[in-house]
């Protein structure tokens, strides 16, 4: 039977097992389980939810933009986002590689229960930080911290809350658990354009 692990991913961890060449902590550090390999990445200096399966096939089917998985990311930014700037992240921003999708976002309260990061993020007493709540179905190299920089508030610290019907809640940074992979799909609006598929753990354990 396929496993499917969740990872709450710590700042500073690389999303890989493996590092020789500068000897910073991977997932080896952590996670100790036969053939079991990331769906997906995460990036060095960002925490939160990450995916490792040793299912070939389910580790496409997530990692791989064209499936368009929606992933949840919560943002502390520099400064308070106005409403222009929401509406620009919504609409899709222009990068260097070109435009992104059109992406859910909106403010949010800093999330409940929130870990401490080490080091702490930079402060500024005269300037104040926000949470932005980013659901994006695409997974461009740092895509988050470009679009809210590019709209002019850029990314403090970073977290994937969800991956599809996945989320982190309950676990505390550094810690793992096992997950169902049998999965119902169906078609609903999720407050992007036009309507999407989605993937819903199926408490029968029936695909």
Avoid at 51 to 61: I, K, N, S, V
Avoid at 73 to 102: H, N, S
Avoid at 137 to 166: C, K, S
Wanted: glycine letters at 8%; charged letters at 25%; a positive charge.
């Amino acid at each position: 039977m396929s496993a499917l692990i969740l990872f709450n991913k710590p700042f500073g961890v690389l999303s890989q097992f493996t590092d020789r060449a500068s000897g910073r902590p991977t997932l080896a550090d952590y996670i100790d389980l036969p053939r079991i390999r990331p769906a997906g990445r995460l990036d060095f200096d960002s925490e939160g939810l990450l995916l490792l399966t040793d299912d070939g096939a389910l580790q496409a089917r997530i990692a791989d933009p064209r499936h368009e998985m929606a992933k949840v990311y919560w943002a502390q930014v520099e400064g308070i986002p106005d409403e222009a700037a929401l509406a620009c992240l919504r609409e899709g921003v222009w990068l260097k590689d070109g435009p992104t999708r059109p992406a859910a976002a909106r403010l949010m309260a800093e999330p409940e229960r929130l870990w401490p990061r080490d080091p702490p993020i930079r402060y500024r007493a005269k300037i104040p930080t926000a949470w932005v709540q980013l659901t994006l179905r695409e997974g461009r190299n740092r895509q988050v911290r470009r679009m809210t920089a590019a709209v002019g508030y850029p990314t403090l610290r970073l977290i994937r809350h969800a991956v599809g019907p996945w989320t982190l809640d309950g676990m505390a940074p550094g810690l793992w658990r096992t997950a169902s992979t049998h999965m119902r799909f169906c078609n609903i609006k999720d407050g992007l354009p036009g309507k999407r598929q989605v993937m819903f753990p199926d408490r029968n354990g029936k695909a």
